[in-house]
Structure formats: structure tokens, C-alpha cells
């Protein structure tokens, strides 16, 4: 048994009476190194350990629950927070549908998520990566200007989650990092391109290609211009694709469904995508950085198929939107943290991949545009109404082939048209931090903004 | 009030953090309470409290900074953080220095009623409050979510220059988000109430007022259209269009980006590069405000700062380790999320001043064009200049009349270009909160502008 697993129900004997409690610990150390012109400009290391707590009574009109957290371990902060947990119990509105989760016999995944290449690597060797990055960035080209950031971070993470209702949970997570910003320059404006390389430790990192991405995309942008306005096929790139998933994604939650806050709500069965839309939260497949064993209630995670062939199958639920729903949690509870309760939401979302690559897909294309930036995601996107409008950098698709680049423009449809607008899912998988991976997409009828 | 950590303890620390080397060390110590409460159709969903204690200790040695934080207060545990934080000087230095603080600077926090002497069920009448003036706006509201969060940042800044200061910061805000049904879908509504203030922000009248204009917008967008796409005149109503200029330039006259050459305003201080009309100010001095601040997260006290004058670039916004390697002083802008980050160049509140047009003159000289009633937050590239910010209520002006409202949608722009596009300012000056996020950093601003009208922008609509 872990010691954070043992220290939570030291913690959890204090419960009294007939209250529940349900403890989330986390402890973590990370490392972040920042280098500038070839030395080090940042260096930081910390540790840090937080508890979360919630209590509920149950009444006639239900349950009611209070909830508290602390940014330490130490046993007065602890009994601080409990304290305050117990009298917020008061307050919160008697329901029904309120409960912690209880052990629903799911057996956890076997999942190995720490390298201990994270703790084992000297810290000179993660500052030499980071400056080894920048210094491959800033002599790749001469139309690099400036490296504004090189990057290598690292971190392990533990948690444990426990209740009085015999939830046990325990995991580790390690995660290394490294990504590089660069500015191009030939003469006329300025264009900026980022690269990145994540694994579980060092070892998995390749600085060559997080450098070579942030070359390609920089230099490539370079005399980039505002087109005309116009409706085309757009082709996004995997990172920008994982970013339209995880909204997607975010739309599913049972979550956003109970509390009216989802456009997909009332539509299981129906055809809500192209048939070549097959959609998977999966935090149990290891090539995920977000994998997880265990969900943010202590639940084992499993794999939830959300939309198969187009169809809407199932929205991801924790235990109080589930039972909101009539139905079980998916083991789907995420939470922000040790000052965040627990909700329903993906961790670790994948299209099945199609047959095609980058290349092949711009070939069937023709004529689009390449998206290979997006800007303003959280103000031009409402998960609610579906409304999606965003800007972007990219390349015009000409003939099958990329052609000149642009920017200042903005791509803009609903969700729920965008899901049935794709053409093309690629077969160019990949991951990411963020808890969706990513393809190639093409999306027919999008609206393009320019001059 | 008791300070948090003895001002020998403070010394020795730093002088342990410059032990091996370095110019410059800082301890940052920071206690922070927060409360929140949530109601969702009509439910209290959750009271949660939370407490964060803990300091963060950086060494500057050369071009190179060193951090390390802590969550062990004692005397053990801070030493050792400032010897995590100095593993960066490497050549050696000549023993633990001896520090001296001058005396302490203690700055008065403007909130008159603190969140703690609140009670909690005085708490939650206010958000049933919310949700009853916003439920009867009309029978198509179908979802109402309402929070309120307050939070005391206490904290205390040292630094081997002798910076010897601590502040408390009561930040209070209250949110009301509604959701409408008609036959075109669902839309959505949102009003924010925030202020460095106690719960004294929060009178019944102003509570009120967030729910029936969350309410009333999100009613309104049922009737929306699809929102134009192309170049067209916008006219920003005062307040959220303060946004503008804190994507537009703000971020970019950050003088982090600027010594990196990251930013389109480097090196054109005293040039023209906005419309004549442009006067922007960075204030963090305006009391009460969401960007408010007595002193900055460095020691340094809140300063109003002329950034743009008469569309000239007069200066930058300035923390100590960039105004130091310029040979000059911070101008106040030295912020971070928590103990557990480091500092760096942020926005206060960042206003246009206000000019001298008629605002609803400003909308009738305006043929065709879209009405921007309210911003929902935007994104900037620094380096290229190229930004983005939302309209969350929006309608289309014809005939130099407000129309008919318009779906969510981004605007897009460069802002050195959109700058120069600012045709009229009128007198009607407002401020809105917001959260700014950077580099992983999030801190409270505020915006503010009076109506004003932009002779072309990008509007990322669908409709031709």
C-alpha cells in the first residue's frame, strides 16, 4: 500500500457518527527549466501536496454535502479543513440524487503511467535538453530570429482517494516535456511556430523533432496573407483536431447533459456525425499522457464509446450525474485539483483512426484550407448553443498540394454541422498532452473570414 | 494583524538564498482563504473552502533565476526552499550574506465587510435572489447557474534590496450564467459582478441587475442570426470592449515580450501607433477595481501608467527583474498567480480614455456595421500581432440603427492595424472584470473603454 494511501485513512478514522467522508490526496514534484540563448534563464523545482474533503449527511430529502481543501498535509490544515467541510455540510440544498460513488466492482486496468527515468536523470541532463533545443531551433534557419522560449519540464504525480463507503484508490503518474517557440523573420512581418515532445520521462523525449515542428511551422508561415472570404473543405491539423474533440468531448459529459448545458442531450440513437465519426474515451489505453487507473471518485476508468459511426451512444457520467440520469457512473469523474469537486468529463478521447495520411487527404481535398493554429477556442466556441467560430493559422490546399499561407482569418460553423460535415479521417494519430489525441480532419462547408 | 513570517526569519533566509551567489533574492509568502457557492436550478450544490498557505523564494544570478517553493512555513522549511532556489548560482559564492530589511510597509485592504464576517446563509439568499429575478425575465429561461466566490490573499514580499511590504487583498465576485430555449436551440447569457472589494459589492439592487441582463441576453440571442462573415464596421459599447486593447497592444507592451523582441511594439517607443484618439492608461491604482492593487506580488506599489498617449507609444509595463536589467524601476506590474509561481509582466486595468462623440450618435453615423454589447475574452500572438476576441452579445447596426442580434462569433485583427482604425471615442467610460491567463498564469484585470467605433475588423461569422 502507498504511504498517501495509508495516510488517507489515518485521516479517515476521524469521521463521526454516521457522515460520510470522501478524501482526495495528491502529492507531486516537478521541475521546469527555461532556456535563453544558451543558458539558463529559469530554473524551477518544487514540491507540492494538497487535500480535498467532502462530508455528506444523508437526510429525508436526500443528501447534502460540504466540501473543503487545503494546500498542505500538515494535520492542523487538515482538521482546519474538516471542520469547515462539516459546517458547509449545512448549507448545501437536501437532493436526492446527491451520493459518493460506491465500489461497482469494475476491476482497475494494470497500467504502468511513472518512468522512474523522471527521478533517475540528473538534473544537468534536463537543463542540457532544454538548451540543446533552443540551440537547434535558432541555428535551423536563417530566418529564425529569435527563440523565444525552449522548454523541459517534468513531474510525478500521486494521488489516493478514499471513503467511508470502502472506496481505495491509489495512483502514479510521471510526465516529461519538452517545447520550443520560434520567430521567423525574411524581411516582412514576423510568424512564430511551436514545437513539442512529450513522453513519461526523459528518455522518450525527441528534442530533434519538437525543433524541426517549430522550423517547419514558422518558416512556412512566412509571408503569410489575409485571403478573401470564402466556403471551403478545411483540413485541421492533429494538434488543432485534438483541440475540436476535446470540445466535442466537453459536450458529452452527462454532466453538461443533466444540467441542460449540452446540445446533444435527448439525441442518444440518433445519427449526430459522419459515419466515419467513431469516437472512445479511453484513460485505459496507456498512449494516453492523461491515462488513468482509477477516476476522480476512485472508480476504475474503463473504456466508454461515446459515438459509433456517427450515432450518439452514451454520454460519460460520474455517480451524481449519472444518477441524475437514472443510470451508473461510466467511472468518468474528473476533478480540477484538490480545490475541485468531482464532475463528469473525458480523459482520454480517440477517433478511430482511417485509412488516409496528411498528403493522401489534401490530394482527395483539392481545394481547402490547412489549419494548423487555433486561436480564441474559449471566447469563440459556445459548447451550449454549438456556435464555433476561431481563429486560425494555416496554408491554402491548392490542387491537392499546400500552398501559400494565411492568417488574420477566423473558421467558423456550428458543432453539430461540423460532425457532419467531415470528410476525412486521418490515419496520422497523435498524442498528446490534453486529454484527446489527434488526426488529420477534413471538414466540408466551413465559413472562412478574411477580407 | 500578526505578519506571517518574523522579519529575522525573512533575513536569514535570504541571506541563505544568496549563500552560493547571486544579485538578488526575494521570499514571497502568501496565505490565502477562499469560499465559494454554487446554485444550479435552484439547488445549493456545494459550500467549499479552501485555505493555501505557503512561500516562494527566487535567486537571480546573472541572466539566470532560480525558484523554489515551499508549503513549510517553519524556519526548516523555508531555509530549505532558498537553498533549492540557489542551486542555480554554480560558481560559488561567499557564504550566507547578511540581509537587513527596512521596516515593514503595510498596505490597508479597501473591503469594507470581509467575506469571513459574512454569514453563509446570507450568502446563499443572494444566489436565490439571482436566480429568482432571472427566472422571471420569461418562461423560455431554462437553466440558471449561479456562483459566488470570495477570496483574502494575505501576503508579505522581502527581497535583498531591503523591500519589506505585506498587503491583504479581498477579492469578491459573483456570476450568473442562463441558458434559453426557443425553437432554434439553446443560448446562453452571463453577467459578472467582481471588485477588490468585500461582500459590500453585492447589494441586492446589483445582484439583481447581473440576473435580469444575464437573463435578458440570453433571451434575445434566441431571435439571433448568424453573424456576418467579413470586414466590417464595429461599434464596441463601454466596458467589455476594454478587452480590445488588452489583447490588441496590451499583452504585446508587456515588457517581457518586448526584451525578447516578441512583440510588434518593441523598439517604436515615441512612435505613432495608434489613432490620435488613443490615449491608454495601465492603472492598478484604481481602488476597488478587479486589477487593483495597493502593491504588486514584487513589493512594488500600484502605478498609473501612460502606455499610449495621443497614439504615441510613450512606455512599456515593467517588473523588477525587466526594469532591472534596463536600469530603471518597475512600474508596478509584477504579478503571479500564487507562491507557487514566478513573477513576471501583467496587466492591472488597462482603459482607453474617453473622448469626446455622443455614443449613440457614434451608432447613427454608422450605415452598416455590427454593435458589440458585450466581449467575451480574446487570445493574442504577441510576436505576429494578430488577436482574437469574442462577442458574446451582438447585434447588426442598418441604417445607423441597432437591428437584429447576432449568434456568438470571434472577431479577428492585427493590432498595430486595428489600432490605427479607432474613428471615434465617445464619453460613456466603463469598466468590466476579467481573468487574464498567461503562460499558465492566470490573475485578475480590468478593462474599460467608453463606446467606441473601429472602421473595419474581421467579424468570423457565417452569413455572407
Known amino acids: ?451 | 494583524m500578526s505578519i506571517l513570517v518574523e522579519q529575522d526569519v525573512l533575513q536569514r533566509v535570504l541571506g541563505t538564498a544568496l549563500e552560493r551567489g547571486g544579485e538578488f533574492a526575494e521570499v514571497f509568502v502568501e496565505d490565502r482563504t477562499t469560499s465559494s457557492a454554487m446554485l444550479d436550478q435552484r439547488r445549493v450544490e456545494e459550500l467549499s473552502s479552501g485555505r493555501d498557505r505557503g512561500a516562494g523564494i527566487r535567486v537571480v544570478v546573472g541572466e539566470t533565476t532560480g525558484f523554489a517553493h515551499t508549503a513549510d512555513l517553519s524556519e526548516r522549511g523555508l531555509l530549505a526552499a532558498a537553498q533549492a532556489a540557489s542551486a542555480v548560482a554554480r560558481q560559488g559564492g561567499g557564504g550566507v550574506r547578511e540581509i537587513k530589511l527596512g521596516d515593514l510597509v503595510d498596505y490597508p485592504s479597501p473591503a469594507r465587510t470581509a467575506p469571513g464576517d459574512v454569514a453563509k446563509s446570507k450568502k446563499i439568499e443572494l444566489l436565490l435572489h439571482a436566480d429568482d429575478v432571472a427566472r422571471s425575465q420569461g418562461s423560455s429561461i431554462s437553466q440558471v447557474q449561479v456562483a459566488l466566490g470570495d477570496s483574502t490573499r494575505n501576503f508579505v514580499v522581502a527581497n535583498s534590496d531591503g523591500v519589506f511590504a505585506q498587503d491583504h487583498q479581498v477579492r469578491t465576485r459573483f456570476n450568473v450564467s442562463c441558458v434559453a430555449v426557443g425553437d432554434g436551440g439553446m443560448q446562453t447569457g452571463y453577467r459578472p459582478i467582481a471588485g477588490t472589494r468585500g461582500f459590500e459589492i453585492l447589494t441586492p439592487e446589483a445582484v439583481a441587475e447581473a440576473a435580469s441582463g444575464a437573463a435578458r441576453q440570453a433571451i434575445t440571442k434566441l431571435d439571433a442570426r448568424p453573424a456576418p462573415s467579413g470586414e466590417l464596421p464595429v461599434v464596441l459599447a463601454g466596458g467589455s470592449g476594454g478587452i480590445l486593447f488588452h489583447e490588441a497592444c496590451g499583452h504585446g507592451l508587456e515588457a517581457d515580450a518586448i526584451m525578447k523582441q516578441a512583440s510588434v511594439y518593441a523598439g517604436r517607443v515615441g512612435q505613432l501607433v495608434a489613432s490620435p484618439l488613443v490615449t491608454l492608461v495601465d492603472d492598478g491604482t484604481v481602488s476597488g477595481e478587479w486589477g487593483y492593487l495597493a502593491v504588486d506580488d514584487e513589493g512594488r506599489p500600484g502605478a498609473r501608467n501612460v502606455l499610449i498617449e495621443n497614439g504615441v507609444l510613450t512606455d512599456y509595463m515593467w517588473d523588477y527583474l525587466r526594469a532591472h536589467k534596463q536600469g530603471r524601476r518597475s512600474s508596478g506590474n509584477g504579478r503571479r498567480q500564487s507562491y507557487q509561481h514566478l513573477p513576471m509582466v501583467r496587466m492591472t486595468n488597462t482603459y482607453l480614455l474617453e473622448g469626446e462623440s455622443d455614443a449613440d450618435e457614434i451608432v447613427a453615423q454608422t450605415p452598416r456595421g455590427v454593435y458589440v454589447a458585450q466581449l467575451g475574452g480574446g487570445q493574442v500572438n504577441t510576436a505576429t500581432g494578430d488577436f482574437v476576441f469574442g462577442m458574446t452579445a451582438a447585434f447588426l447596426i442598418e441604417n445607423g440603427q441597432i437591428t437584429a442580434p447576432l449568434r456568438d462569433c470571434n472577431l479577428i485583427g492585427n493590432g498595430p492595424d486595428v489600432l490605427q482604425r479607432v474613428d471615434a471615442v465617445a464619453t460613456d467610460f466603463s469598466m468590466m472584470p476579467g481573468t487574464c491567463g498567461k503562460d499558465g498564469q492566470s490573475v485578475p484585470v480590468g478593462c474599460g473603454q467608453a463606446t467606441m467605433r473601429l472602421s473595419g475588423v474581421t467579424i468570423g461569422g457565417t452569413a455572407s
Request: overall charge negative; charged content about 20%.
Open chain 1, 1 to 451: 500500500m502507498s504511504e498517501l494511501l495509508a495516510e488517507a485513512e489515518r485521516i479517515l478514522d476521524l469521521a463521526k457518527g454516521s457522515e460520510q467522508i470522501e478524501l482526495y490526496l495528491s502529492r507531486g514534484v516537478d521541475t521546469e527549466v527555461q532556456a535563453y540563448q544558451g543558458a539558463i534563464e529559469e530554473l524551477s523545482t518544487a514540491s507540492s501536496a494538497g487535500i480535498g474533503i467532502r462530508v455528506l449527511r444523508e437526510s429525508a430529502g436526500g443528501a447534502q454535502v460540504g466540501t473543503a481543501w487545503a494546500g498542505s498535509l500538515d494535520p492542523s490544515a487538515i482538521e482546519d479543513a474538516l471542520r469547515e467541510a462539516r459546517d458547509n455540510v449545512r448549507f448545501a440544498t437536501e437532493d436526492e440524487y446527491v451520493a459518493f460513488a460506491t465500489p461497482d466492482g469494475v476491476a482497475p486496468a494494470t497500467l504502468q503511467l511513472t518512468d522512474p527515468g523522471v527521478t533517475s536523470t540528473p538534473l544537468d541532463q534536463k537543463i542540457a535538453m532544454a538548451i540543446e533545443l533552443e540551440r537547434i531551433v535558432r541555428d535551423g534557419d536563417p530566418r529564425i530570429r529569435q527563440v523565444e522560449a525552449a522548454n523541459y519540464s517534468d513531474y510525478v504525480a500521486e494521488a489516493a482517494i478514499v471513503s467511508t463507503l470502502g472506496v481505495r484508490a491509489s495512483y502514479e503518474r510521471s510526465g516529461a516535456y519538452v517545447s520550443v517557440e520560434a520567430i521567423a523573420n525574411d524581411g516582412g512581418s514576423d510568424q512564430t511556430g511551436w514545437g513539442l515532445s512529450a513522453g513519461r520521462a526523459p528518455g522518450d523525449l525527441d528534442v530533434q523533432r519538437a525543433a524541426s515542428d517549430a522550423l517547419t511551422r514558422a518558416t512556412r508561415m512566412l509571408g503569410a496573407v489575409k485571403p478573401a472570404s470564402m466556403k471551403c473543405t478545411a483540413v485541421f491539423d492533429p494538434r488543432s483536431a485534438a483541440t475540436l474533440l476535446a470540445i466535442i468531448g466537453g459536450s458529452l459529459s452527462g454532466e453538461a447533459v443533466v444540467r441542460g448545458r449540452s446540445f446533444f442531450a435527448n439525441r442518444i440513437g440518433e445519427s449526430v456525425a459522419a459515419p466515419l465519426f467513431t469516437l472512445i474515451d479511453d484513460p485505459t489505453d496507456p498512449r494516453h499522457f492523461s491515462a488513468s487507473v482509477y477516476d476522480g471518485e476512485g472508480l476504475a476508468c474503463r473504456r466508454n464509446v461515446l459515438i459509433e459511426t456517427g450515432q450518439l451512444k452514451a454520454f460519460v457520467y460520474d455517480t451524481v450525474s449519472a444518477r441524475r440520469a437514472g443510470t451508473v457512473s461510466t467511472g468518468s469523474a474528473v476533478r480540477g485539483g484538490i480545490g475541485g469537486s468531482p464532475s463528469a468529463g473525458c480523459r482520454a478521447l480517440q477517433l478511430v483512426p482511417g485509412e488516409l495520411d496528411q498528403a493522401e487527404i489534401f490530394a482527395r481535398v483539392g481545394h481547402g484550407i490547412f489549419v494548423e493554429s487555433l486561436t480564441g477556442v474559449h471566447s469563440g466556441v459556445n459548447p451550449i448553443s454549438g456556435d464555433f467560430s476561431v481563429g486560425i493559422t494555416g496554408l491554402m490546399i491548392r490542387d491537392g498540394q499546400l500552398c501559400e499561407p494565411v492568417r488574420e482569418i477566423t473558421v467558423a460553423s456550428t458543432l453539430q454541422r461540423m460532425l457532419l460535415d467531415i470528410t476525412y479521417v486521418g490515419g496520422d494519430v497523435e498524442w498528446l498532452p490534453g486529454n484527446a489525441a489527434g488526426q488529420s480532419l477534413a471538414i466540408e462547408g466551413i465559413s472562412v473570414s478574411g477580407s
